[in-house]
């Protein structure tokens, strides 16, 4: 797709350089994570973003200020969570990011003048009892019957990343209700979900990856 990026990321492999980059707003969240290993892992999907940023724009991490949008609180350097993105020069960059983490991988996106959302799920992360009622619409739950026992696990691992996607892409993340959003609707053409294969990505199987791309070409 053009103007479309996504790369996957193994957050063992993000060396803790890139931390001297990282912005003030990036550091108090990561000093607010208790558990270590999760914390690293915020910092290194952080790192890892910054430097895809720098790379699909042409500049250096160092250039670039964190400045993420929230719908409830606004968006700026100051801003620590919701809707990724950068200041280049104190400007918008004008390409859309996205990031998910999930058992030790980031997934990562930019698009260029299309808002962008991906998501990455691990299968055993969604088998968990109330899931269905918690996440499916009811046609979607009716599809979910239709499914066979054991390819269960991937079908709701793909429903949830591609709403999770969606819902990234929209910048609004779960303050939408995911039970009252369609995985597997026929969308206006203003607006792309699909699947992306994890192989592809260098990903290990177990996971579904989804992004969604609102408007662009
Ligand atoms: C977006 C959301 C669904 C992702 O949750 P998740 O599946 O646990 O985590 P993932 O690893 O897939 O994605 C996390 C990334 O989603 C992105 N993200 C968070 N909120 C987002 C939003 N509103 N729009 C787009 N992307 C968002 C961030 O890049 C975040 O990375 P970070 O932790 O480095 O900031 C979830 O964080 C959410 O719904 N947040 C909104 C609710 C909320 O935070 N309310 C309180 C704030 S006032």
Redesign the pocket.
Known sequence: MAGITVRSVRLADVGPDGEAFLDAAEHS?AAGIRDSAARRE?LA??IA?RDFAAVVLGVQPSDLTAA?A????GSGPEI?????GYLLAGAPTGVFL?????RGWALLAAGSGAAV?V??EHMSGVGFAGFDDVVLTPGERELLAAVPPEQAPSWRASAWARK?AL??A??????TDPATVEAFADFPDSTRLMDLDPAELGLPPEFAAALAVLGGT
């Open positions: 969240r915020f999907g952080r973003l993420s929230c719908p409830d609180c620590d969570h919701g809707r990724p996205s990031l998910s983490r999930s959302g998501d990455l999770e819902l990234k929209h910048g609004t993340g779960l303050r």
